[in-house]
């Protein structure tokens, strides 16, 4: 019996001596973590470049990822930067499937049942094909919807971005 007991007595004395020793290590490893740093120019200098996402961590340095961010799911539609811009995604879509065999988003996003879900329906594009042929059904070339529609998140955008309004540039060339 003693043989048996004395090595997980040993065991369990090794464990209570081992964990408050390596939580005090994680404490001290790792480097200090900065908020994000102010967007920089996409254009900018491309070693600084990489300061918007790795926060001034060195780069043979491991980083500690920011929280992930919130999907925001209050409906509020945001506007398209330009005419063909597929808009975001308003709502979660956390276990909405897309598969071989069923396609969550039609669920409410088809013609024929986006009245009774108060949800716009796909455009006529998501129903043609490569030769501009309408389909009874959505394309396959658009079947897989989060290719090109994402959900809205509360990130705030790691580098700058220059990117101007076609309205926005007209007007500045009227004002001159
Ligand atoms: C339960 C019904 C439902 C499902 C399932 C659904 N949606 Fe929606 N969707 C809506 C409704 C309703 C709106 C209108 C805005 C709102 O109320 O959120 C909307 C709005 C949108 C818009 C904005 C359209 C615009 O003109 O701005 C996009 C894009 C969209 N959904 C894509 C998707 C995608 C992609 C999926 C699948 C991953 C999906 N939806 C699944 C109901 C749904
Ligand atoms: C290849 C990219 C692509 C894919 C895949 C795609 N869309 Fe779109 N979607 C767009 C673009 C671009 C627009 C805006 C221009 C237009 O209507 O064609 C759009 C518009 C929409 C709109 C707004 C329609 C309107 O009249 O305002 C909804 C809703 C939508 N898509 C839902 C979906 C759903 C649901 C799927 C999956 C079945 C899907 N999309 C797949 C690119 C895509």
């Given at each position: ?99 071989l065999n069923s396609n969550r988003c039609m669920l409410c ?68």
């Amino acid at each position: 019996m003693r043989q048996v007991l004395k090595p997980v007595l040993c065991l369990i004395a090794g464990l209570v001596l081992a964990l408050p020793l390596a939580a005090c290590g994680d404490r001290d490893a790792g480097p200090e973590i900065k908020p994000p740093a102010p967007p920089i120019s996409a254009r900018g200098n491309p070693a600084q470049e990489l300061d918007g996402m790795r926060r001034h961590v060195p780069v043979d340095v491991e980083i500690t990822p920011l929280p992930m961010a919130r999907v925001e799911n209050f409906d509020r539609t945001r506007g398209r930067a330009y005419p063909m811009q597929p808009p975001t995604i308003p709502h979660s879509i956390d276990g909405y499937q897309v598969d071989l065999n069923s396609n969550r988003c039609m669920l409410c996003h088809a013609r024929n049942t986006a009245a009774q879900f108060q949800a716009p329906p796909v455009s006529v594009t998501h129903y043609m094909d490569r030769d501009d042929q309408f389909l009874a059904e959505v394309s396959p070339r658009r079947y897989f919807c989060v290719q090109c529609h994402v959900v809205q998140t509360d990130a705030q955008p790691l580098v700058a971005n220059g990117f101007m309004d076609i309205d926005e540039v007209l007007r500045m060339e009227r004002a001159q």
